[in-house]
């Protein structure tokens, strides 16, 4: 019966602790309705999920305590003593974890979730301190009937007022209203454009060592004559809510994209953003949750396409996130599903991937022609398997092929020349979470000289066909016109920690993430740009700039700035940043 007393402390306790990850959850979605049908679900899942494995881990430190203390334990079915110290070690953890979510997530929350999240933080930490000393009141005796009642206050209230300071669910804004195409006026075509080559994991780490060796020449030309900065991303660091991001100037909790899925328990309501350092995406990995991809409709912010195609801009976009369906633009659009449609699927739901819907005939023909150089040929010819991003291999689970696609497409719909091109590669991401280990080792130090000699290049090759996309732009950039590099995030060797969790989840070969946000970076390169290294920036920052250089105003509304520390002085000088309120939505 002592053993069975100890387990239902532990089972308890883990319930407490199950608990602050529900209101961390509800704190983290303001959108969410607290309710009982959003509390059962969320919490049943929680408690399954960490309760039994929670309840394990305080078993075993009981059990411990058992071995280790010259006085052996007998608790009482609900023991003072033992549930003072386990809910200490629960109400730290939970408060531990409320504070690092806030301080993770607090650039891309509001202020009011914000200051919410941090009541609720303060109140766990408060019941922390309260368990504390009522397990330090009873060291060596029982507790008594007012311990009790003031510990089960302290463990009820504590999981209670986070989740009532979060207070009721808050309307989720408007998706972003559609763009009505104007037509270019024929005075605009001759002025100067931008071409945008978009990259998923691209990281400074790697490029500037290989440019330093002369492996990456066109980059080489732009670290020389153009402009590189380090670029701030976000967290969650997934391409749907970073892209999405650059392309409104706004930060997730604004534009309507907070993650790359959204998630729902039981079939309840949706949930927009997990927390980070526990593991959460297990939830998904195990079916604990299920998972929902976004849509161009889930977007509650104007983005750059929407915004010059309203004023007459010529607009070309190509694998942009959340661009399915294609979006109305006064050019073209190709959405980010297109090359993941085959040959059947490309008869009924190619049209609703490719604006104008008449273009899709240009479109199949332009995937006729080779790509050069063929990224898929690349990798197979370095006799690696094709990299499949497990992390996205729900959405994507072909980047590389997307890659091909895309520069297929590049080279068939840029002759139209519209005044914005953008390009996205998601290839490198992929490339960078399998093969990171071969390219640099002596992070992991259990990679051997066969794998090194077989796959230690495949990174550096992928990176070379980076850098002859980057040459391609730059040989067809007019006098006035501007290549922008962009990557959105960059990409890092995983933790020892975060490897054993990949091993566990069946995804041995993972080696590179990017989930503690790695800096992205942006390359611009043309004439209007002053040579030099500027001062960090942020992914918000890059919509404003676009605008600035496109001679359109800026929107007050949005998060990021205008860097006119980018261009040089004949540029800038008689060329003043412009506002505007809002573009709407």
Known sequence: MRYLRMLSNSVIAAGVASGYLTALVLQLNPSVSIDPGTLLPLALVLGVAYGANLTVLFYALIVLRQILAVEVLSPGWLSVRLLSWLCTIAAGTGAALMWLNLRSFGDVLDPITRSRMGIGAGIVSAASVICLGIGLAHLGRRGGRMSATLLSATMVLSVALPIAARGPARPTPLPARPTTAVAEPESARSQANVTMLMFDGATLDMISPAVAAGRLPNIGRIFDQGSVLHMATLRPTQAEPVWSAIATGRYPMYNGVRSAEVYRAFGGPPIQLLPDYCFAQALVSFGFLTAEPLSASDLTARPIWSI?????????????????PAPQVNGFAVSEAFHRLSETEMAFEGASAVWPPELLADV???????????????????????????YDARRDPTPVVGDRVHLQLLTALEASAPRFLAARFPGIDAVGHFFLRYANPSAFGDVSEDERQRFGRVLDQYYGFMDTLVGREMDRLGPDGLLLVVSAFGMEPLTPGKRVLELLAGNPRISGTHERAPDGFVMAFGRPIAPGRPARGSVVDLAPTLLYFLGLPVGRDMDGFARIDLFTSAFASDKPVTYIPTYGR
């Open 308 to 324: 010059l195609s309203d004023h007459g801009v010529g607009v070309g976009v190509i694998g942009w996130p959340l661009t399915q």
């Open 364 to 390: 199949r023909a332009a995937l006729q022609t080779p790509a050069d150089p063929d990224p898929v040929a690349l990798v197979a010819n370095m006799g690696a398997p094709q990299p499949v991003n497990d």
